[in-house]
């Protein structure tokens, strides 16, 4: 656990709903990320998990209600914006771009104003994090394992220097060894300073790397807590671990 | 002359690939707005058309039509920017065909509006030394010819060197790989878009002017030239560069061999026919994604 420091409410998304024309996707859905945190976003598919992490970001935008980031009012906000005010948002399916290399895609991840100007100090933080990226800097990127391209988009995020990362479904076609090194990754990350709002398949497995977490059913969220009291909850038990 | 010596073929082979070049020039600004934001430009031979007549216009007024280019070049792509930014971006916020339509548009305005200008009267950019010709061989080259592939080869060469090598050229690469990813990079791709079409806009200005020294033109010369465009990265690959360039290669000696041996009359037709056969057996081109 991060230091003694009072955590401060960063990311605050309030009573938003997002619909696809008629399709409602989100049911004034609320959560919060405070500073350190791991919090999941836990729940079936098409519950609304990646619906709501793109509303954070802003590939979608809410009908109503509000997002704030750091105090500041995102609800409006475009995917290039957000970014530059330091949220991460590391996709379903990683969206590399593929005949790019490594370090071109790590790179790429400082476009912004606020990454600019550290993007060589962040780009050393990455490989030292990553020694495997490092080694494969001039590889293209549709060329490398799937692990490998976990690591990569998660460095890519990083190199965006943010606040929050937003990671979207990291362990989907990996071997389970390797999702047990990219969460103790996670945890390093974490330890550096960077809060995190993860969307996970396992259940169990988002229960016990996070501190808190909320669970999704048809676009509204049906429990949150914290992780270790979820993980005993009987409802929990029930629908997801077939107790 | 139709004998079938095979050195005679050195004349059409040579002017073949030098023709190639300009037409993979004319082709560059078509594949590279197709390639970073998915448009088919069907005003692209307009654009072109237009650089013709831009520079026809320098001429009068004493410029050599190379020379206009320092303006024009820049010029145009301002133009290429200003017409995404308020145009064609507005338009794919209404539906996917959208700006395909608004592309019809500029079309249709930029022929009536040339051909209000300058009359319906063929012209031809006409200097001093498009008349010179260098002798290979047996063959006589005209020294224009020449100089349509090296600026090809220059401005493929510099458009490369600026997707490949710079920081910002390597952000338009990734939002035509990835649109959603690179804006998740803090990349704004609607003024990436507008780049790209201000940068195909720009080489359309540069084919134009050496289009305008090779053969004469006409207001409607742009749908020609269109279909030449479309030929190209049909065969070489949309979005590839060096698809592009062999596409025009390989169109440009279809039409100085098919010149060759059936004359002037139907040397497009095995041009067509090639287009044709490739799209047959290879539809997603040379290089295509």
């Known amino acids: 656990m991060a230091g003694g420091q009072p955590r401060t409410t960063l990311l605050k998304v309030s009573e938003i709903d997002i619909l696809y024309g008629s399709f409602q996707a989100l049911w004034g859905v609320s959560l919060e990320v405070r500073t350190g945190e791991m919090v999941a976003l836990v729940g079936a598919n098409s519950s609304g998990k990646s619906t709501l992490l793109n509303a954070i970001s802003g590939f979608l935008r809410s009908a109503r209600g509000r997002i704030e980031f750091e105090g500041k009012d995102i609800t409006r906000d475009n995917p290039w914006h957000t970014v530059d005010l330091g949220i991460a948002h590391v996709p379903e399916g990683r969206r590399l771009?593929?005949?790019?290399?490594?370090?071109?895609?790590?790179?790429?991840?400082?476009?912004?104003?606020?990454?600019?100007?550290?993007?060589?100090?962040?780009?050393?933080?990455?490989?030292?994090?990553?020694?495997?990226?490092?080694?494969?800097?001039?590889?293209?990127?549709?060329?490398?394992?799937?692990?490998?391209?976990?690591?990569l988009a998660l460095g890519r995020g990083l190199m965006s220097a943010p606040a929050l990362l937003l990671l979207d479904e990291m362990s989907l076609g990996l071997a389970p060894i390797v999702v047990g090194e990219l969460y103790r990754t996670l945890q390093q990350i974490r330890a550096a300073g960077v809060a995190i709002l993860f969307v996970e398949q396992n259940v169990k497995q988002s229960l016990r790397e996070a501190d808190r977490a909320y669970i999704l059913e048809k676009g509204r969220i049906v429990l949150s807590g914290e992780a270790a009291v979820l993980r005993e909850a009987e409802e929990v038990k029930r629908a997801y671990f077939g107790v | 002359m139709s004998a079938a010596v095979p050195s005679d073929l050195a004349a059409p082979v040579i002017m073949g690939v030098l023709l190639g070049g300009l037409y993979a020039l004319v082709a560059l600004g078509l594949s590279l707005v197709f390639g970073v934001m998915k448009l088919i430009n069907v005003a692209h031979g307009d654009f072109v058309v237009l650089g013709s007549y831009a520079a026809y216009a320098g001429m009068t007024l004493g410029l050599d039509p190379i020379l206009s280019l320092l303006v024009g070049v820049p010029a145009f792509g301002v133009m290429g920017f200003g017409l995404h930014r308020f145009l064609m971006h507005r338009a794919s916020g209404i539906s996917a065909e959208a700006p395909l339509i608004v592309a019809f548009g500029i079309s249709i305005i930029l022929q009536?509006?040339?051909?209000?200008?300058?009359?319906?009267?063929?012209?031809?950019?006409?200097?001093s030394y498009i008349l010179a010709s260098l002798r290979f061989g047996r063959a006589d080259i005209?020294?224009?010819?020449?100089?349509?592939?090296?600026?090809?080869?220059?401005?493929?060469?510099?458009?490369?060197?600026?997707?490949?090598?710079?920081?910002?050229?390597?952000?338009?690469?990734?939002?035509?790989?990835?649109?959603?990813?690179?804006q998740l990079m803090g990349i704004n791709t609607d003024t990436i878009h507008a780049l790209a079409f201000a940068i195909a806009a720009a080489t359309a200005a540069i084919a134009g002017v050496f289009l305008g020294l090779t053969f004469p033109f006409t207001p409607s010369s742009g749908v020609a030239y269109l279909i030449i465009a479309f030929g190209v990265v049909i065969i070489g690959?949309?979005?590839?560069m060096l698809g592009t360039f062999l596409g025009g290669i390989i169109l440009g000696l279809a039409q100085a061999l098919g010149g060759h041996f059936f004359g002037a009359a139907a040397q497009m037709l095995p041009v067509y026919l090639t287009v044709l056969v490739l799209l047959a057996l290879r539809p997603q081109g040379l290089f295509g994604r």
Do not use: C
Not at chain 1, 124 to 143: I, S
């Open chain 2, 112 to 127: 009536n509006a040339i051909q209000i200008a300058w009359s319906p009267l063929s012209r031809g950019l006409t200097t």
């Open chain 1, 97 to 151: 771009f593929p005949d790019l290399t490594v370090l071109d895609n790590l790179i790429l991840g400082s476009y912004s104003a606020r990454a600019r100007a550290r993007r060589a100090a962040n780009l050393d933080a990455v490989f030292t994090l990553f020694p495997r990226l490092a080694q494969r800097r001039h590889q293209v990127a549709k060329t490398l394992s799937g692990g490998e391209q976990q690591m």
């Open chain 2, 142 to 182: 005209p020294l224009v010819y020449l100089l349509d592939l090296v600026a090809a080869l220059i401005v493929m060469a510099a458009l490369h060197g600026f997707l490949r090598r710079t920081y910002l050229g390597k952000a338009v690469t990734a939002a035509s790989q990835d649109a959603r990813a690179a």
């Open chain 2, 237 to 240: 690959g949309l979005g590839s």
